[in-house]
């Protein structure tokens, strides 16, 4: 298994897993590295970003 990859995914949830299947989908040679996202490292949306004008 190799630690390099051509494309990384940062969070391994619903989105993260998605655009792996579909970069894989359009191109199957690709190398895609996923990183889970951990507690700590979890981002705050800011409330002006949650809801824009």
Request: glycine share 10%.
């Amino acid at each position: 298994m190799s630690n390099h990859f051509q494309i990384l995914i940062i969070g391994g949830g619903n989105a993260g897993i998605s655009v792996a299947s579909q970069l894989l989908y359009k191109r199957s040679n690709l190398t895609i590295g996923i990183l889970p996202m951990l507690p700590a490292v979890k981002l705050e949306w800011q409330s002006e970003n949650k809801h824009p004008l």
